[in-house]
């Protein structure tokens, strides 16, 4: 199938325009990308950095999460994984304009769907984790606070930014796919042989045929008073033929 002429397959215009940088900065879906790789940042950076503290008497080191080290490594690997996911995605947007093949956009946001919305599932995950080990943490004079709120507060964040962008890829699908399955209507020549124009067909059309009067001759019993004489090659003159002229 081919695209139909202003429309865009997979929510992308079609391909052979330039990039402009303001106008996919500014779209909602680039925005909340951006607002993805910022959370997942602040929750990795944060928990390596202080996400791990050692007591008094001890050198080991261990979670902030009620010493649950589970709870830290399961946070700092989902968000490596949507960091770098994020910046993946943000490079195929802008690839995507540039595809020509409809099948090729169709894989693309088929594969952006797919890990949104698993890592909205994932997030989601770590949230409850991480929230449900901070309440069972009793000891908190050492740990530092924010750092632990901080974690689970941007966890949350995370699951509403990845369930938007689930969303906005599930649009741009449906879209795509109305689109290209609408075959493209091309107007059918005219007809060289019809006597009409295109604009003009008349519905039904039966001429007239017309008989002329045939009328049937009888034989007449009167004789015909206007019938021509005879013709005669060499008519006489009147009178008498023996006639000559005197001789003086």
């Known amino acids: 199938m081919e695209e139909t002429g202003g429309a865009s397959a997979y929510g992308a215009s079609l391909a052979g325009g330039g990039f402009d940088f303001y106008k996919f900065i ?44 589970s709870a830290c490594h399961y946070a700092i690997g989902i968000g490596v994984i949507a960091f770098l996911a994020c910046v993946a995605f943000l490079v195929l947007d802008v690839y995507l ?40 943490t009793l000891d908190v004079t050492a740990v530092p606070k924010d750092a632990a709120r901080a974690t689970v507060a941007f966890s949350f964040f995370s699951i509403a930014t990845w369930g938007i962008l689930a969303y906005f890829a599930f649009i741009r699908f449906r879209r795509g796919v109305n689109q290209v399955t609408i075959p493209t209507y091309t107007e059918q020549p005219p007809d060289q042989h019809t006597p009409y124009p295109p604009t003009y067909a008349p519905t039904s059309y039966n001429p007239t045929t017309y008989t002329p009067t045939t009328y049937n001759s009888y034989p007449s019993s009167v004789p015909d008073m206007h019938k021509q004489p005879p ?10 033929a023996e006639y000559l002229p005197p001789n003086y």
């Open 26 to 69: 500014r779209q909602p879906q680039t925005i909340v990308r951006i607002l993805s790789w910022i959370f997942a940042l602040v929750v990795f950076a944060t928990i390596t950095t202080e996400g791990y503290i050692n007591s008094v008497d001890s050198s080991e080191v261990k979670c902030i999460f009620n010493h649950n080290d």
């Open 97 to 136: 304009p540039f595809m020509s093949s409809a099948q090729e956009r169709k894989y693309a946001v088929m594969a952006d769907l797919g890990f949104s919305g698993a890592w909205c599932f994932l997030w989601m995950v770590c949230f409850c984790l991480l929230a449900s080990q901070w309440t069972k």
């Open 231 to 240: 013709f005669t090659p060499n008519p006489q003159a009147h009178g008498n």
